[in-house]
Every structure is written in structure tokens, then in C-alpha cells.
């Protein structure tokens, strides 16, 4: 977007110039020079009315993205994950304290160096070609893996996962490569219930760096959350009202049929906590009691007991999470909390990737609509030397030509523009 307000004034001030250029007596002008300085001016007038408009949403554009990255950094920041960002030729631009520990430096001695100096010298080259192949690429590099071994003290084998994307800086943008470094010891099944949480709500923050779609992170959501869900259950997320839901994930084909059968009998937990916004906890008998026809669908399903609770984004509803156990017992009051924090987490990183949609929808259509007013300015100028009218004068030709032909006014001047474009290159040729 920066790029094409600066494309806007420079073209403004080589209009000027060329303006400046025949700027002579207007008596001494040729009919040739009076349609270039109509013209010109009439470019020169539309590049600043273009400029104008839009300055204040570009301005509010990047100060969301500035607060987006300072906000996205804070959370980072106290991840136990090891997170920092290079550039694309490996120099740090910033790390986290995670990183920070794993090497045990302060993070201002880390930043502005070379991330090949925490890197084993044996893997120097794997290293190398991971950072060619992501440049190649470039921001539609998605998700990329490798494996590293970390100079720690003592020296570590860590899982890399990096995610390259543009970034806007003070006149242009750059690629930005940002790597979350985890070493190959992760949560391992005799480790304490502390340190199972802890790994699944960091990793769940990190969810919006490694997603590229809604779809994925609800995958990568389900998948975390049985980590924290009782032994022997299924897991499910519905996103939007369970009985027309927007999208489903699944932990397993049990936690499918359950979810099934709340759809095909129009009733059961799920659409009782999606009208009430308050959590469900249910076991076999209280579940036949509440939900009879649901019941008779799933009494097969080795289903002792059931959690269901709101996904929220602030006040409300956005989705539900479904738990279902085998075990009667299966949730106790410490677990029930976790598993409500685990929703409200999910909510927020939710809220996060459909906020950061929108904010990338915004600067299309933007984008989108700085083109087409370039374009109009351009056929409006064609106008005006033409018929040697106003900018005003041009612009209602157009909209008249619109109405009559019934096409939308971008494309009409998008036909226009080709048009004299076409003559000039046949000219060009014939002149050749």
C-alpha cells in the first residue's frame, strides 16, 4: 500500500516536471503540446485525487499492523517455546526470552547477529539450503521444517518450523522469517500434568504462525487439546451453531458419530450450550434423562460421560467444545477448568486469525479500489485531451457512457486505456 502512494507522488512530481517543461507562452504552443499539457494535467490532478482519499485508511492500515505486531510479540515473549525472526538472510531482527535461555544470553546480545552462530558448524549447509528454499519461495512458502542441532550448553536437537510473510516497513516491505525452535525432547507421556499444560496452551499460541487456514488450526486445536482431556475420550470443535455449523474437527470417528447423532435428532449438549452460553456436564444416566432421542442414537458408543463448553470471543458464543469419555468419572473439577480455559484460549486465538482476515480483506479491497481509480484517472486524462475539457467534465462523459452501455465505470476505462494503449504500440511498430 506504501508502495503505491509513493508510485502516486512520484508520478505527480514527473507530471509536474513535464508541466514545468511546456510552460511556455501559450501562444507559442503546438496543438500536439496543448493535448500533451491538457493531458498531463489532467494526470497530474487525478494522481493527487487519488492520493487524498485514501491517505487516512492507509495510515489506519498500518498502525493495525504496527499494534498487531507489537501485541503478537508481547504474547510471544513469554512463550517456553523459543521463537525469533530473521531476515531472509538469516540476520536476527528479534527473539524472544525462550531463545534467549536455550542459549543462555541476553536477547540484546543476540539480536543483529547471525543465526548461523547458534548453529552447529556440521549443519551449517542444511541450514544454508533451508534459507534459499524459503527465499525461492518467498511469502507463499507456508510452513517449512527442518532439523538443527543448537549450540546450548549442553548442544540440543531441535525441530525448526518457520513461516516467512511480508512485512511493511518505513517505505517498502520485506520478507520476514520467523522460526519456532523446539527440541526434539518434547512432551513426553510420563511427563507431569504441569508441564502437559504448560506445552499445550504455548502451543496453542503459536497455533496462528504455523495455520494457514481456519481449517488447519482447528485441526492442530482438537489434536492439542486431547493432551488435557481425560483418558479414553473423543474430542470435537464446532465452530458456529452446532446445528449449522461453519466448520468441524474431530479427534477420532467416535467423537464424529456422537456429533452426528446431535444433527440427525436436533437435540443434545452441544446445542443446549449454544443457546445458553453456560457448560455442560452430563453422565450416562443424566444424558438419557435430558436427551432421550440423542441417547438412543449414541447408548452404543461407550460413552460414560460427556463435557461440553462455550468457545467465546468476549461476550459471545463463537463455537463449542465437545468432550466424551468412557469413564463416568472422568472430570473432576480441576480438569472441567482446565478444559474451560483450553475453550476460552481456543476463542481468543480464533478471534485472532479471523481479526487478522478481515485486516488482510481490508487492504485488498483497498488495494483493489487505489487500481481502479488509477485507471479512471487515466481515462479521465485521455478525455480531457481528446475533447479538451475538465477533469469534472471527463469524469460524467464516463459515467454517461456507463449508464448507456450498462457496464461498470472501471471497465469502461480500463477499455479506454487499452484502446489508446494498443494505438500507441501500432504507432511504435509502424515508426520501427
Given at each position: 500500500?506504501?508502495?503505491?502512494?509513493?508510485?502516486?507522488?512520484?508520478?505527480?512530481?514527473?507530471?509536474?516536471?513535464?508541466?514545468?517543461?511546456?510552460?511556455?507562452?501559450?501562444?507559442?504552443?503546438?496543438?500536439?503540446?496543448?493535448?500533451?499539457?491538457?493531458?498531463?494535467?489532467?494526470?497530474?490532478?487525478?494522481?493527487?485525487?487519488?492520493?487524498?482519499?485514501?491517505?487516512?485508511?492507509?495510515?489506519?492500515?498500518?498502525?493495525?499492523?504496527?499494534?498487531?505486531?507489537?501485541?503478537?510479540?508481547?504474547?510471544?515473549?513469554?512463550?517456553?517455546?523459543?521463537?525469533?525472526?530473521?531476515?531472509?538472510?538469516?540476520?536476527?531482527?528479534w527473539a524472544n526470552t525462550a531463545w534467549a535461555s536455550l542459549l543462555n544470553l541476553p536477547v540484546l546480545q543476540i539480536v543483529r547477529t547471525d543465526i548461523r552462530r547458534y548453529v552447529d558448524t556440521s549443519d551449517h549447509q542444511v541450514l544454508d539450503e533451508f534459507l534459499a528454499q524459503c527465499a525461492s519461495l518467498g511469502a507463499d512458502a507456508g510452513s517449512q521444517h527442518t532439523t538443527l542441532r543448537i549450540n546450548s550448553a549442553p548442544s540440543v536437537l531441535a525441530n525448526i518450523e518457520v513461516t516467512v510473510e511480508e512485512r511493511p516497513q518505513s517505505d517498502d516491505t520485506?520478507?520476514?522469517?520467523?522460526?519456532?525452535?523446539?527440541?526434539?525432547?518434547?512432551?513426553?507421556?510420563?511427563?507431569?500434568?504441569?508441564?502437559?499444560?504448560?506445552?499445550?496452551?504455548?502451543?496453542?499460541?503459536?497455533?496462528?504462525?504455523?495455520?494457514?487456514?481456519?481449517?488447519?488450526?482447528?485441526?492442530?486445536?482438537?489434536?492439542?487439546?486431547?493432551?488435557?482431556?481425560?483418558?479414553?475420550?473423543?474430542?470435537?470443535v464446532v465452530v458456529g451453531d452446532p446445528a449449522e455449523p461453519v466448520a468441524i474437527s474431530t479427534s477420532n470417528r467416535e467423537a464424529q458419530i456422537v456429533d452426528a447423532a446431535q444433527l440427525l435428532t436436533d437435540e443434545g449438549p452441544s446445542q443446549e450450550v449454544w443457546r445458553s452460553g453456560e457448560s455442560t456436564l452430563a453422565s450416562g444416566p443424566e444424558i438419557q434423562h435430558q436427551w432421550p432421542r440423542f441417547w438412543d442414537e449414541v447408548q452404543e458408543s461407550n460413552i460414560g460421560s460427556l463435557l461440553v463448553v462455550p468457545i467465546r470471543v468476549g461476550d459471545e458464543v463463537f463455537g463449542i467444545l465437545n468432550v466424551y469419555a468412557e469413564d463416568p468419572l472422568a472430570f473432576d473439577r480441576e480438569s472441567t477448568q482446565q478444559i474451560e480455559l483450553f475453550a476460552e484460549a481456543v476463542g481468543a486465538v480464533l478471534h485472532h486469525v479471523d481479526e487478522e482476515k478481515q485486516l488482510r480483506t481490508l487492504a485488498s479491497q483497498l488495494e483493489k479500489a487505489m487500481r481502479s481509480r488509477e485507471v479512471i484517472a487515466q481515462a479521465k486524462g485521455i478525455l480531457m485531451a481528446k475533447y479538451g475539457c475538465t477533469a469534472e467534465t471527463a469524469l460524467e462523459k464516463l459515467k454517461t457512457v456507463s449508464q448507456e452501455k450498462n457496464i461498470r465505470v472501471r471497465v469502461l476505462a480500463q477499455e479506454i486505456v487499452a484502446s489508446v494503449t494498443r494505438r500507441a504500440e501500432q504507432s511504435t511498430n509502424l515508426e520501427s
Open positions: 500500500m506504501k508502495r503505491k502512494t509513493r508510485n502516486a507522488i512520484e508520478t505527480a512530481r514527473v507530471l509536474e516536471n513535464e508541466l514545468a517543461d511546456l510552460g511556455r507562452d501559450p501562444d507559442e504552443l503546438e496543438p500536439h503540446e496543448v493535448q500533451e499539457l491538457s493531458l498531463a494535467s489532467g494526470d497530474l490532478q487525478a494522481a493527487w485525487e487519488d492520493l487524498f482519499p485514501e491517505r487516512s485508511d492507509l495510515a489506519d492500515i498500518l498502525d493495525q499492523q504496527r499494534a498487531e505486531q507489537w501485541w503478537h510479540r508481547k504474547l510471544i515473549a513469554t512463550f517456553p517455546i523459543a521463537v525469533l525472526e530473521t531476515d531472509m538472510s538469516g540476520r536476527v531482527l520485506r520478507l520476514i522469517v520467523t522460526w519456532v525452535v523446539e527440541p526434539i525432547s518434547e512432551i513426553q507421556p510420563a511427563a507431569t500434568e504441569q508441564t502437559k499444560i504448560a506445552h499445550v496452551f504455548s502451543r496453542l499460541g503459536l497455533l496462528p504462525l504455523r495455520s494457514r487456514t481456519n481449517q488447519e488450526l482447528l485441526n492442530e486445536a482438537v489434536i492439542l487439546s486431547t493432551h488435557i482431556a481425560p483418558e479414553q475420550s473423543s474430542v470435537s
